[in-house]
Nanobody, 115 residues
């Protein structure tokens, strides 16, 4: 069964850093373009960053220069290094396939940035 498990969230002050991890199982991870998404109450889930199976990355404008997405296909892991965090980055962060179809969503990991 497909399983996506996010971890690494927490409480940080503005300007701080966090590193999120996504562990994938039940999929051929190395063949999937992947992405990080985030969601806050009352808002649609939004794309944060995506990464091809070979490691090419793209970012939403609001996080470009601050976040770095990466993956380790040998470990079926994906990461999101978040630096210079802002209060508006506060959200539940999820990992999943990049595209118009998705695997079952995991529980996500909460990121809270205080001002």
């Amino acid at each position: 069964q497909v399983q996506l498990v996010e971890s690494g969230g927490g409480l940080v002050q503005a300007g701080g850093s966090l590193r999120l991890s996504c562990a994938a199982s039940g999929i051929i991870f190395s063949l999937s373009a992947m992405a990080w998404y985030r969601q806050t109450p009352g808002k649609q889930r939004e794309l944060v960053a995506d990464i091809t199976r070979s490691g090419s990355a793209d970012y939403e404008a609001s996080v470009k220069g601050r976040f770095t997405i990466s993956r380790d296909n040998t470990k079926n892991m994906m990461y999101l290094q978040m630096n210079s965090l802002k209060p508006e980055d506060t959200a539940v962060y999820y990992c999943n396939r990049f595209g118009n179809t998705w695997f079952p969503w995991g529980q996500g990991t909460q990121v809270t940035v205080s001002s």
